[in-house]
C-alpha cells in the first residue's frame, strides 16, 4: 500500500481502499477505523511484529508491515466471522455445554482460540524502558484547542510548563474541525513553543500514584517512560468521539464525525461518496460545518437528526440508514455527529468530582469559572468540563492558564520570606 512518510497507518489503509481492518474480538464482526484518535480499538493491527497497535496513532514509513489479527485468513476475509451468524442472538460462552463438564472444558478451548486479541510479540522486550524525570510549574496533559493555550499562557508568564499529549501531532480536534484545520492547529503549537512550553509529544498519560513522592503522573511513549511531578495541574484532555444508539453502529464505514473532518482537513481524504450525517441537538452546527466541507469536496451529504435513525444496514461496509418511520437513505458512509465523551479518567485519579451532562456527553470535569476543579493545585479546561468545541475549547484554555499563572505567582510569593 502507497502512504505518505508521516501519515498515519489508518488513513494510508482508507485512502488505498481498506475496507475491513480488524474483527470484533468475541464475534469476529467487521471493524474499521471510527475515531482516527486513538480511542476506539477499531484500527487495532499488527504492525512490525507487535499486537495491538493502533493504526491511527503509527506513522507510516517505507516498507512498514501491518498485518490483521484475530482473522483468519485475514480481517477482510475471516471465515471466523461464521461465528456472528451462527450465534445471531447472542453467544454467551459462560452458559456454554455447561450440561457436561468434559464438553464444557472442550467448549471453553475451543472459545479461547477462537476469541481475543492478536499474539505475542515476535520479540520479546529485553529491556526496561529509560524513564525520564520532569520537575515543573505546570503540568498540561492534552495538546489540543485548550492545552496548548492553557501552557502558552502559564509559560508566557515565566512558569516551567510541560505539555504532554498522545496524538500523532498537536492541535487535538481543531485538526478534525474545517472552520479551523491543522493551519491553525500548527499556529496554537508554534506560539506555545515561542512561549516556552517544553512538550511531551506521542505520549499517554497513563496513572497518578499519589503514593509517590506526594504526586506523581506517570507517561509513557513508545520508548521511554516519564515521572511527572508539577506543583499545577491542568486537564486538558478533551473529548472522545462515541457511537449513536443505532442498530449496527459498528459497521466498517462508520466514522465519527471528527474522523471524517481529520481525513480531509489533514490527508485530503473524502470519507466517503455518499455521505449520511447522524447527528445529536447540540452537535448540529458541527455536523452542519463539516457536511458542508465535504460537499465542497465532491460528497453528496444528507444530515439527519439521530433520533430519526433505526439502524445501519450493511456489512463489510455501509449500504444505507433505516429510518423509524421505514424509510430508507442510502448512503455509502455514515457520520456519527454524538457529543464527545468528556476524558476525565486522569482528573479522577486525582480526586477530583465529576458530574452528568444530562443534555449528552457523559460525565464531566466539575470546575469554578476559573477553571478550578474539587482538588487544590488541580485545574481543568476546554471540552473535558463538557462539550463547547474547538474555538470555544481555545478561549477558556486561555483563561484558565492565565488563572493557573496568577495562583502560582502568589502562592510563590507565599513562600518567599
Ligand atoms: S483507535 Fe484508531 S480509529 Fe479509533
Not at 481498506?18 to 476506539?40: D, I, N, T, W
Not at 450440561?99 to 520479540?123: C, D, E, F, K, Y
Not at 499529549?165 to 479551523?180: K, N, T, V, Y
Amino acid at each position: 500500500m502507497r502512504g505518505f512518510t508521516g501519515e498515519s497507518v489508518a488513513a494510508a489503509a482508507l485512502a488505498g481502499g481498506a475496507q475491513v481492518m480488524s474483527r470484533s474480538l468475541k464475534y469476529h464482526r467487521p471493524r474499521s477505523a471510527f475515531c482516527l484518535e486513538g480511542h476506539c480499538g477499531g484500527c487495532l493491527m499488527r504492525i512490525e511484529g507487535i499486537p495491538n497497535r493502533r493504526a491511527c496513532q503509527t506513522p507510516c514509513h517505507a516498507g512498514l508491515r501491518a498485518e490483521s489479527q484475530n482473522a483468519f485468513p485475514s480481517a477482510e476475509l475471516d471465515v471466523l466471522g461464521a461465528v456472528d451468524f451462527v450465534f445471531a442472538r447472542g453467544l454467551d460462552h459462560h452458559t456454554l455445554m455447561t450440561g457436561s463438564a468434559i464438553m464444557n472444558l472442550m467448549a471453553n478451548r475451543v472459545v479461547r482460540q477462537l476469541s481475543g486479541l492478536g499474539t505475542l510479540p515476535a520479540v520479546a522486550a529485553s529491556e526496561l524502558p529509560q524513564v525520564g524525570e520532569h520537575h515543573v510549574d505546570v503540568a498540561v496533559i492534552g495538546g489540543g484547542a485548550a492545552g496548548l493555550c492553557a501552557a502558552r499562557a502559564t509559560a508566557a508568564a515565566g512558569a516551567r510548563t510541560l505539555l504532554i499529549d498522545d496524538q500523532l501531532a498537536f492541535g487535538g480536534s481543531l485538526r478534525a474541525d474545517p472552520r479551523h484545520g491543522a493551519p491553525a492547529a500548527d499556529k496554537a503549537h508554534a506560539q506555545a513553543q515561542a512561549a516556552g512550553v517544553t512538550f511531551l509529544p506521542r505520549t499517554t498519560a497513563i496513572g497518578y500514584f499519589p503514593e509517590d513522592a506526594g504526586g506523581v503522573l506517570v507517561a509513557a511513549s513508545e520508548t521511554q517512560l516519564h515521572r511527572v511531578v508539577a506543583r499545577e495541574w491542568i486537564w486538558a484532555t478533551g473529548g472522545y468521539p462515541v457511537l449513536l444508539p443505532v442498530a449496527d453502529n459498528d459497521r466498517p464505514s462508520v466514522l465519527a464525525l471528527r474522523a471524517a473532518g481529520r481525513l480531509l482537513e489533514e490527508h485530503g481524504i473524502l470519507a466517503g461518496g455518499v455521505i449520511c450525517v447522524l447527528t445529536h441537538p447540540r452537535m448540529r452546527e458541527d455536523a452542519e460545518a463539516t457536511a458542508a466541507a465535504l460537499r465542497d469536496a465532491g460528497a453528496e451529504v444528507t444530515v439527519i437528526p439521530a433520533a430519526e435513525a433505526q439502524a445501519v444496514l450493511g456489512r463489510r461496509g455501509v449500504r444505507g440508514v433505516r429510518l423509524g418511520d421505514g424509510r430508507r437513505v442510502d448512503c455509502d458512509t455514515v457520520l456519527m455527529a454524538s457529543v464527545p465523551s468528556p476524558a476525565t479518567e486522569g482528573a479522577r485519579q486525582q480526586g477530583c468530582d465529576v458530574v452528568l451532562d444530562e443534555t449528552g456527553g457523559g460525565f464531566c470535569l466539575v470546575v469554578d469559572e476559573h477553571g478550578r476543579t474539587t482538588v487544590p493545585h488541580v485545574w481543568g479546561c476546554g471540552d473535558v468540563c463538557g462539550y463547547r468545541g474547538p474555538g470555544a475549547a481555545a478561549a477558556h484554555g486561555q483563561a484558565v492558564g492565565e488563572h493557573v499563572a496568577r495562583a502560582l505567582a502568589s502562592e510563590l510569593s507565599k513562600a518567599v520570606p
